[in-house]
């Protein structure tokens, strides 16, 4: 009896197109980071890199649920002393609306060498346009 290890050249990496309008960031977040590791796959293995890419489009026009617009503080280090900043989710949403998402994708994925990697798969976008149509992404309803 063998155990199967999947290989980058067994399977092709599928593309996903979300649109974000009026979803809560943490349940399409959860949903994205699963497609970036390739949960859903029978071929899925902790240690390998099987996941999809998908296109995020309208992610300012997600949504955060109650009160966190104005309670959620994201913060950040410069490493240097004194160095801590902080700013709200209303104002991240104005200065870099696709932020938002990006940085709960990002806590969503392991904290590993592959994290990286998958991160670079998702590709955010404001509006309903986006470069990828080449690609024939799949809409997929979150």
């Known amino acids: 009896m063998k ?14 197109l979300i649109d974000a309008q ?10 994205v980071a699963s497609i970036l590791r390739g949960k859903g796959k029978p071929q899925f293995a902790p240690h390998s890199d099987i ?3 998908v296109v995020i489009v309208n992610a300012d026009k997600a949504s955060l649920t109650g009160r966190k617009m104005e309670q ?9 002393p004194g160095g801590l ?8 949403a104005e200065e870099k609306p696709g932020e938002m998402i990006h940085k709960a994708v990002w806590g969503m994925l392991p904290k590993n060498r ?4 998958l991160i670079q798969r998702v590709k955010i976008y404001v509006g309903e346009k986006h470069p990828h ?10």
């Open 3 to 16: 155990s199967y290890m999947p290989r980058n050249s067994d399977f092709e990496k599928k593309w996903y």
């Open 22 to 31: 009026g979803k809560p960031v943490g349940r399409l977040a959860s949903k």
């Open 51 to 53: 996941g999809d890419f």
């Open 72 to 80: 959620k503080t994201y913060y950040r280090h410069s490493h240097y």
């Open 85 to 92: 900043k902080s700013v709200t989710a209303e104002r991240l």
């Open 114 to 117: 592959l994290q990286k990697k």
């Open 133 to 142: 149509a080449a690609q024939n992404p799949e809409v997929l309803e979150v």
